[in-house]
């Protein structure tokens, strides 16, 4: 039975989903009627207030499942920010590399071209 209101698919890509209440059933989003929280939204059982079915008493105000996900979206955009540092890193170092490749390639040429000219003389 899922409870996380992330999904993920075969490639790991995460989307904001309802969790599934404790009947195995995605919960839906309901707006609260009383006077302590008029028209605040939350997550419940969809067979709550249903005449004849079971329910279970699954209750988790909506915001703070958008906020969980706002939290997790954070910490996902943190570790892409760290990944991309030290790809740049490395991008940095491997045009050194290039750098020293093609330096030594124009040694080499100039080293050549001196060859040719001492051995034409």
Do not use: H
């Amino acid at each position: 039975m899922p409870s996380s209101s992330l999904s993920s698919s075969s490639v790991g890509k995460r989307t904001f989903a309802p969790p599934w209440c404790f009947c195995e059933v995605q919960a839906v989003v309901r707006y609260s009627t009383t006077k302590a929280n008029p028209g605040l939204p939350f997550l419940g059982c969809p067979k709550y207030n249903t005449k004849g079915l079971a329910y279970c008493k699954y209750f988790k105000w909506a915001d703070i499942e958008l906020q969980e996900y706002a939290n997790e979206l954070s910490r996902k955009e943190e570790e892409l920010e760290k990944r991309l540092f030290e790809v740049e890193i490395q991008v940095t170092e491997l045009r050194k590399i290039v750098d020293e490749f093609k330096k030594r390639e124009m040694e080499l040429v100039l080293l050549e071209r001196e060859s040719v000219l001492s051995c034409a003389m």
